[in-house]
């Protein structure tokens, strides 16, 4: 288990909304991982970047995730054990959405934990701001995206055999 801190950021994308979707998470150095899926939303894509890039670093003992989506940091450190206690409802009594994706990220938490791993700290960041790591998730995620709307859902990973990327420099968004 790595003591050092690690920085990955997160995004997802989507093409219509619900509509072809994409996640991905890109760390500081350069390690990244994206996935598409054929139909899902902007947050199911900014859930899936979370607990992939969570998934993908159970070794890392202080995990710094940085997302530009309010909704994916409230829904992990506020209201997912609240949906789940109250039988997958929110406050409001409505059934909560994306339950399984909900499951996955407490159950990769809690591993966590049983391991003694510290959590994960989460940190939000502006999107579209000139953030180089957050710049590079969102352009894996739409990449994902386009992907699906092409009919193709997979994930492809720097873990497996996919290049580094140069993250000291923001990526070249004409793709």
């Known amino acids: 288990m790595s003591e050092e801190?690690?920085?990955?950021?997160?995004?997802?994308?989507?093409?219509?909304?619900?509509?072809?979707?994409?996640?991905?998470?890109?760390?500081?150095?350069?390690?990244?991982?994206?996935?598409?899926?054929?139909?899902?939303?902007?947050?199911i894509g900014e859930l899936l970047g979370l607990l992939r890039a969570?998934?993908?670093?159970?070794?890392?003992?202080?995990?710094?995730?940085?997302?530009?989506?309010?909704y994916a940091i409230d829904t992990y450190s506020k209201w997912m054990d609240g949906h789940r206690r109250r039988g997958w409802k929110t406050s409001s009594?409505?059934?909560?959405?994306?339950?399984?994706?909900?499951?996955?990220?407490i159950a990769a938490r809690d591993a966590r934990r049983a391991a003694g791993i510290p959590d994960v700290v989460l940190e939000h960041v502006?999107?579209?701001?000139?953030?180089?790591?957050?710049?590079?998730a969102d352009e894996r995620a739409v990449r994902a995206s386009e992907r699906a709307a092409e009919g193709t859902a997979s994930a492809w990973s720097s873990l497996g055999s996919q290049e580094k990327l140069d993250v000291t420099v923001p990526p070249n968004n004409g793709r």
């Open 54 to 70: 969570i998934e993908d670093h159970a070794d890392i003992s202080h995990l710094v995730v940085q997302a530009d989506s309010k």
């Open 5 to 43: 801190r690690y920085i990955v950021a997160t995004d997802g994308a989507c093409k219509g909304n619900p509509g072809p979707a994409g996640w991905a998470w890109v760390g500081e150095d350069g390690h990244w991982a994206a996935g598409s899926i054929l139909e899902g939303t902007n947050n």
């Open 126 to 136: 502006r999107g579209h701001s000139g953030h180089v790591l957050n710049a590079w």
């Open 93 to 105: 009594g409505t059934p909560a959405k994306n339950v399984e994706i909900l499951e996955q990220l």
